[in-house]
């Protein structure tokens, strides 16, 4: 089959009224009000794109104070850090277009890779493991193509309990809530769990299967507070692109703080005025396993 044969096979059975692809037209009508509905949410597009433009601002800042001005490599540890935050800000965008798209449940399983990345990326910076050994290479940097994955998961598997679970110092509460956390991620990220329940009717025969996007406050919300907590907890580890001997300007120190701030009232929002008890958890994780502040730097 030539390009030419395999274009036109497919659009002569991809017409509707005449209009080639027209059917999908309310299937785009259906994303553009939803995300429409989803501007309402003021709070919450005005801290997303004010913390896009500071970590767009930071990869400017590295590249121009940091990264030009040192004479002697850094440490190994610090482009494979450095590349990581680059992963977190993708996801967290890539996940914030698919929410505002009108599948926020889809996007919520984005955030679930985002969160458990960070989580070891805190590890290493607590001296529990290396950057190598979570890639699954030997004490050698060794890569063993046979062997990493199994390698990976021992890491991780030995980390994890230490960060977040019962040796990890955090309070019986907080465990409890990133434990309840961490179970609807899980619900939703194998078997969609959470978004089938939008088809209940369905299965019971009192609906149509509902296919096109139709915004509902609730998993809407649900995206956007995980979405805040990560994208906190990202925001936590971007000092530590600085150096003690070269570090970022002042000014930029203050966007951090200013950012920082805002990441915090929202928790505290969720806990205080929402009644959320995983408000206080989170606070409680991002202060204690990611404790850096706009002064913090490199920590090898």
């Known amino acids: ?31 553009e009000n939803y995300a429409g509905s989803s501007q309402s949410y003021k709070g919450f597009m005005a801290l997303s794109a004010a913390w896009k433009c500071f970590f767009l601002e930071t990869v400017e800042r590295v590249n121009s104070d940091i990264i030009s001005k040192i004479s002697s490599p850094p440490s190994e540890s610090y482009p494979l850090f450095v590349e990581r935050l680059g992963q977190y800000f ?138 805040c907590e990560i994208a906190w907890m990202v925001h936590r580890l971007l000092p530590l692109v600085q150096f003690s001997s070269h570090s970022l300007a002042e000014e930029w120190k203050g966007k951090w703080k200013t950012i920082d701030e805002c990441f915090y009232s929202t928790a505290d929002a969720l806990a205080v005025q929402n009644g959320k008890a995983i408000g206080r958890a989170i606070i409680e994780l991002v202060t204690t396993k990611l404790p850096f502040d706009e002064n913090s730097t490199f920590w090898r």
């Not at 030539?2 to 785009?28: C, N, V």
């Not at 956390?181 to 089938?196: A, I, K, M, P, Q």
């Open 90 to 227: 993708q996801g967290l965008c890539a996940s914030e277009v698919v929410a505002i798209a009108g599948y926020p449940l889809q996007a919520y399983t984005l955030l679930r890779n985002v969160f458990d990345s960070v989580i070891l990326t805190a590890a290493v910076t607590e001296g529990k493991t290396d950057f190598l050994r979570l890639e699954g290479l030997d004490a050698a940097g060794q890569f063993d193509p046979l062997a990493f994955r199994k390698l990976r998961r021992k890491e991780e598997n030995a980390v994890r309990p230490q960060m977040t679970g019962k040796q990890s110092g955090l309070s019986e509460t907080t465990l409890d809530e990133l434990s309840k956390w961490d179970v609807l991620f899980d619900d939703e990220t194998h078997g969609g769990l959470l978004s089938r329940a939008y088809s209940a009717d369905w299965l019971r025969g009192k609906q149509r299967l509902p296919i096109l996007p139709r915004f509902e406050e609730m998993p809407f919300g649900n995206f956007m507070n995980r979405y």
């Open 1 to 31: 089959m030539t390009p030419k044969e395999f274009m036109s096979r497919l659009e002569a059975i991809s017409k509707d009224d005449g209009q080639l692809y027209g059917r999908l037209r309310p299937l785009y009508q259906a994303q």
